[in-house]
């Protein structure tokens, strides 16, 4: 019994005969021609040779686009030759064609497998063992891979997040180490020509400390209380100490410029700088009026006159009091800026030399070594900032590198899709079944009618 071909656009693929002597292609006849390109498509698959086997594929698909065996097989051929967005492709249109065919939904989780979208592969091997064949080894085993591979996968995301955040938490003690180093290089050194300070990459910064003398503001006992901040519930007394704080910090304006002043995103990073204390304190009383007093000056609604800068200032006390109220982030500032203090006076007994050949009174040494410490803190903590951020820019490249790459999969494959409905609708497919059926009649003048005869 004859079978029918499939439809074909409403196309008949028999078609007429142009004279009295030609022959009509019969049904069996394409369906041969269509099983013989589908078996040299398997014999190029068998022996390697993936890129004829995909053109014998698509020969026998212009016969019968929707066989769901030959878009199956195509399919795999795509995967082996590399190209995993086009066997994504052909294997999507085999499960649409044949939606309760278990082998077209493994040949889709494979090709979803290879392009690394491990979680929806493994969706799909769920699926043919839940509803479609549940002893199917193909899909058990590539659901095993599917987990397996996203096992790795997550170990890998981790060990990459862990190794950054080891690699920034090396570098916040990197300053320190490299401090001690130079401690030791430089015992004998008699003169600033060891400084690598031209070779940082922060130079504009530094240069930029270099020409800035800080303007110092006055404090009580070097904490600008009377030590005696324990808080005893006394509210008058609490704000006689507040009272106190605000006339050390002087003014709203000042403290707003002296907190916004050139490169302070890189100054502020010592939240001692911005509060203005000395790093010796560690009374969570003192730094706490210290704040308050410190906020209050500069709050938006106490300065009406510029409440934009204001409100920047005010932020960098927010910044600065969350980094103070975590103990072991405090511990570690101190433990920078005590290197800071080393490092400045190593490099003010370096460069005092030029000043006056050594022979400087007593307070222009203290200005100066002050100016060294503060610049040597300040660099030791940009260093550590610029790392830090050096750090997170790479953390961001590499999940944008993967995002990138899965968008680009999507793209690839949507285009395909779009390039194939366009092919579809075209005259390419009628002109080629169009080639085909003239074929069919030359070969039939050809060969066949002498059989007839």
């Known amino acids: 019994m004859e079978r029918p071909p499939p439809p074909q656009n409403g196309e ?7 004279d009295g002597n030609a022959a009509v292609a019969t049904p069996e006849e394409w369906e041969v021609r269509r099983d013989e390109l589908k078996s040299e498509g398997d014999r190029h698959f068998r022996s390697k040779s993936y890129g004829p086997a995909i053109q014998s594929y698509q020969d026998a698909l212009q016969l019968d686009p929707a066989n769901h065996v030959i878009l199956s097989n195509k399919s795999a051929a795509h995967l082996a030759n590399g190209e995993k967005s086009k066997a994504l492709h052909d294997a999507r249109m085999c499960v649409e064609h044949a939606p309760t065919w278990a082998k077209g939904h493994t040949r889709l989780a494979a090709a979803m497998f290879g392009l690394g979208r491990y979680n929806e592969a493994a969706t799909v091997y ?9 002893n199917n080894d193909v899909a058990r085993r590539g659901l095993e891979d599917c987990r397996l591979r996203q096992r790795i996968a997550n170990e890998e995301k981790e060990r990459e997040a862990s190794r950054l955040q ?3 938490d090396r570098q916040r003690v ?12 430089n015992t004998n050194a008699d003169g600033p020509g060891n400084n690598n300070e031209g070779d940082d990459v922060l130079d504009e910064f530094f240069n930029e400390v270099e020409k800035v003398t800080e303007k110092s503001t006055p404090t009580k006992g070097g904490d600008g209380t009377d ?4 808080g005893d519930g006394d509210a008058a007394a609490k704000t006689n100490r507040i009272k106190e704080q605000l006339n050390d910090l002087g003014t709203s304006t000042y403290q707003i410029d002296r907190l916004l002043q050139s490169n302070y995103e890189w100054k502020n990073l010592n939240p001692f700088h911005v509060l203005d204390i000395p790093h010796t304190i560690d009374d969570d009383s003192i730094i706490s009026l210290r704040y308050r007093a410190l906020s209050l000056l500069v709050h938006p609604d106490k300065c009406p006159e510029d409440p934009a800068r204001a409100k920047d200032a005010f932020e960098q006390v927010r910044k600065a009091m969350t980094q103070m109220n975590d103990a072991e982030k405090r511990r570690h500032i101190r433990a920078l800026i005590e290197q800071g203090m080393k490092q400045g006076k190593r490099d003010w007994d370096a460069e005092r030399s030029n000043y006056n050949g050594g022979n400087i009174g007593t307070k222009e040494w203290e200005e100066g070594l002050a100016r060294a410490q503060s610049r040597a803190t300040m660099k030791i903590f940009a260093e550590i900032e610029h790392t830090r951020r050096d750090i997170e820019r790479r953390k961001r490249d590499f999940e944008q590198r993967e995002r990138s790459q899965e968008d680009e999969e999507k793209a690839k494959e949507r285009n395909e899709r779009e390039h194939d409905k366009r092919w579809k609708e075209g005259e390419r ?4 079944v169009g080639n085909w059926r003239d074929f069919q009649v030359g070969g039939v003048k050809g060969g066949k009618k002498s059989r007839l005869n």
């Open 12 to 18: 008949d693929l028999g078609g007429g005969a142009s």
């Open 126 to 134: 769920a699926k043919v063992l839940g509803e479609l064949d549940p």
């Open 174 to 185: 990197a300053a320190a180490e490299d401090i001690s180093t130079k401690e030791k290089e």
């Open 429 to 432: 497919q009628e002109k080629r």
């Open 166 to 168: 080891r690699e920034l």
């Open 227 to 230: 030590g005696k901040c324990d």
